[in-house]
């Protein structure tokens, strides 16, 4: 809806009313298109004055409408009348601009902003561009090289910014509202002419091609296969190069492709699942709108090795007063050192002049008796942990939260070491810690709601996509990355080369492949593990089968080598010396593969980038069902957001199971089908229950997963 209203000094307000952000819905378009034609033909109207209900403007088109047939009036014509009118219009942007509702602003004759409020053209991200004249309009306004930044990106700026690149006229921190309705009545006569971005020519600099042809080579390098920003450039090649009117048409044309790309549902997918991740459920029936969480504002990191520093800044920047403790003198010094100055560094790249919450440092555990909630970050080893977790507990207040940073380890175990089972729960970070956006919430058997509810609020604070997981070896990610790790190591066995098989998945759309992924790590991570598990180390028989499934003992034997990866200058690739970045192939595991198949007679054969890619993907997505049936995720939207924010998964492809319905869920089954008689040893092939039960009932999309998991669950078929 939009409502009109006739102000005293003959100024029209057209108010968007659609909460929470006044999408352009189909009724908004059709309430503005009303509001226009009742402001052309008052006569006692005579300026115009736009703004959103409650503080907030426009949060752009309604995403929602683009899953089916569009219909109301469509946006591209109505800011063409908003321009086109005689009488001035002016935008009152408070709250945000965004996509759509940046676009009308401006169709506006001018823009009045709040300093905070958020401007920008996110249509990239959904895997659009902006096409009710965004591309057109914004290089006439702003200049080429700004246009090509932010459309691009898609990135929000401020108010502020948004004066400095001459894309608001004004700015307050006052009301931007009370700003515009006066200003409205003071223009009253003025020309309008200049003030028609579609009539004005664009500013560009002198080379132009220049300028698009480097940008498209640095597009296309981050894109990683995204169309989206590719066709962005190509419309702002045309708003450079072309009349208005030829460049509309081409900025259409762009839009329609993707519009019906796979890659714009995947990305409107994403949009979505990272809000549903929030509105977490247990099995016990206990939900994000039935918990009350409690406020943190004392916390305790312990160990501060990578994880622990990189935790610590995460909760300071959250506002947090963090006590951070660590009992090695040496690593507490060097911590010292350097976490203040990533807090610092991280605090300007987000725009603040210095962190909102502060760092101590002590080496006492006794200096955390104080604090509401503790995570611990020391060596991922089960004894020390439930050492410290039975101090902690004799330690922290009865209410203190006891959290682990454990990538995999039992919560409940640790939990029973402790007299507050309730209040333990697992914090899973990704490295580093104060940047990446992924937490996942390790739900314990004896996790109170109150806890879950209190540890997903404190990850929101901290700025991460939060996602409530089960309790089970490796929780959501990193069991499923097992079988995909797996795959890859018998795909070497087997004849392919670590690069063959990187170049294959990062033409997917990661940003590393699985081997430089684990030479970025270092192999000794994998290699601890499988330690502990007793998969190998001393008096393990030296098969290729162990624990009754096939193994390979390929990574063990480079540890073994001393081949850890980028810290040793050695592992699947070569470095330039230890710590090195840029990975060079090394013949040195040419020979070492034709020696290890060579002892296991195994003959090396050519291997398709379409086998590389379904033995690894698919492995991982059938772990991925695997975990549904089981409970430990609440929808595919968890899993899929754990991987686009944790793992490095394309975000245009949307995710593991989104991918897997794309590809059509019958096809899936009947590549790990084939892959499974072939290897039949390969556990992880199996096809997964859930997985069949989804194909038997006509694979239903995505969003309906959730529904038949829940009803086979009641009829226990799961
Ligand atoms: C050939 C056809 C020509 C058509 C041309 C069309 C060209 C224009 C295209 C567009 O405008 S695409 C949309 C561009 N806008 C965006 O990408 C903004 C998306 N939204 C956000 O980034 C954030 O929601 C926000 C606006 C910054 C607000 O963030 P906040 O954290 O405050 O709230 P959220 O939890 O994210 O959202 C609340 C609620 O609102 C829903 N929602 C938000 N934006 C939209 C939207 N544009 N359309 C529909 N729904 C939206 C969001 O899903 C949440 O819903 P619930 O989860 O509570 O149900």
């Known amino acids: 809806m939009a409502t009109f ?44 004055v ?93 200049g080429l090289p700004a246009a090509l930044d932010l459309i691009t990106t898609g990135r929000h700026i401020s108010g502020t910014e948004a004066l400095e690149l001459g894309i608001v006229d004004q700015v307050t921190d006052g009301s931007a509202l009370d700003i515009a309705l006066e200003f409205a009545k003071s223009i009253v006569g003025r020309p309008l002419n200049t003030r028609r971005l579609s009539t004005l020519p664009c500013r560009c600099p002198t080379d132009i091609d220049n300028l698009l042809d480097r940008f498209m080579v640095q597009v296309r390098q981050r894109a990683r ?64 709108d039935n918990t009350t969480s409690r406020t943190i504002s004392t916390a ?7 994880m622990g520093r990189g935790i610590a800044v995460a909760l300071a920047l959250a506002g947090m007063s963090v006590v951070a403790v660590e009992t090695q003198e040496k690593q507490l010094s060097e911590a010292r050192q350097m976490v203040p100055a990533m807090l610092q560094r991280e605090a300007g790249r987000r725009g603040l002049d210095t962190a909102p919450g502060v760092i101590s440092f002590c080496s006492s555990l006794q200096d955390v008796s104080e604090v509401e909630l503790v995570i611990e970050a020391v060596f991922e080893d089960m004894a020390l942990k439930l050492q410290l977790f039975r101090q902690l507990s ?11 940073n454990t990538s995999g380890l039992d919560i409940d175990q640790l939990a029973a070491a402790t007299q507050r089972p309730g209040l333990v729960v697992g914090m899973h970070f990704f490295a580093p810690a104060h940047i990446m956006k992924l937490l996942e919430v390790v739900c314990g058997t004896r996790s109170s709601p109150e806890t879950v509810a209190t540890v997903m609020q404190l990850g929101k604070r901290m700025g991460k996509v939060s996602v409530a997981v089960g309790n089970c070896p490796g929780f959501v990610g990193n069991r499923m990355l097992k079988p995909y790790t797996e795959q890859a ?26 081997f430089r992924m684990s030479d970025l790590s270092g192999l000794d991570v994998g290699w601890r593990i499988r330690k502990a598990a007793g998969l190998t180390g001393p008096g393990v028989e030296p098969t290729r089968t162990r624990q009754g499934r096939r193994y390979s003992p390929l990574p063990d034997q480079m540890c073994e080598a001393g081949r850890l990866g980028q810290k040793t200058g050695r592992g699947w690739y070569q470095y330039d010396g230890p710590g090195g970045r840029v990975a060079r192939s090394d013949p040195w595991v040419q020979t070492f593969l034709d020696a290890y198949r060579a002892r296991h007679n195994l003959a090396a054969r050519v291997i398709a980038a379409e086998e590389i890619l379904e033995r690894c993907l ?41 991918h897997a319905g794309q590809v059509g869920l019958a096809r899936v089954l009947e590549k790990l089908e084939h892959y499974q008689q072939l290897h039949p040893d390969v556990a992880p092939m199996k096809p ?4 069949r039960r989804l194909v038997a009932a006509g694979s239903p999309p995505i969003q309906k997963w959730r529904e038949l998991i829940h009803r086979e669950r009641v009829h226990s078929q799961l």
């Not at 305790?300 to 990578?306: D, E, M, Y």
């Not at 991982?620 to 754990?642: S, V």
């Not at 997964?688 to 997985?691: P, Q």
């Open 618 to 658: 698919y492995s991982l997505i059938n772990e991925g069902f695997k975990i549904l049936q089981d409970g430990m995720a609440a929808g595919p939207e968890d899993i899929d957001a754990i991987y686009v924010f944790g793992y490095g998964w394309p975000r245009h492809r949307g995710g593991p199971m989104f």
């Open 489 to 514: 190591n018998f795909l070497l066995e087997e004849g392919a080369m670590p690069e063959q098989v990187d170049k294959v998945l990062e033409e997917f759309g990661f940003p590393m492949g699985v």
């Open 225 to 288: 296969g995204a169309l989206a920003p590719v066709a962005c450039v190509g419309a702002l090649r045309a708003a450079a190069t072309l009349p208005y009117a030829q460049g509309l048409r081409k900025e259409r044309e762009l839009m329609d492709t993707l519009f019906n790309s796979g890659q714009a549902r995947a990305l409107q997918y994403a949009f979505f699942s990272q809000r549903v991740v929030g509105k977490w459920t247990l099995p016990s029936g206990a939900r994000w």
């Open 394 to 404: 004799a330690v922290c207040k009865p209410d203190t939260l006891l959290c682990s």
């Open 688 to 691: 997964s229950m859930l997985l």
């Open 50 to 142: 736009i703004c959103g209900q409650n503080g907030r403007f426009c949060g752009g088109a309604d995403i929602r409408e683009f899953a089916g047939p569009m219909s109301g009036p469509p946006l591209v014509p109505l800011i063409h009348a908003i321009e086109a009118l005689d009488k001035p219009v002016v935008a009152a942007i408070e709250g945000l601009a965004l996509g759509g509702g940046l676009e009308l602003a401006l169709g506006c004759h001018y823009r009045i902003a709040h300093t905070t409020a958020l401007l920008g053209l996110p249509e990239v991200t959904l895997g659009l561009l902006p096409a009710a004249g965004g591309t057109q309009r914004l290089p006439r306004l702003a």
């Open 5 to 48: 209203s006739l102000l005293p000094g003959s100024v029209a307000l057209i108010t968007l009313t659609n909460p929470p952000v006044n999408a352009l819905s189909a009724a908004v378009r059709a309430g503005i298109v009303q509001a226009v034609q009742r402001s052309v033909e008052d006569p006692k109207v005579k300026s115009v």
């Open 300 to 306: 305790a990191v312990i160990g501060l090795g990578t």
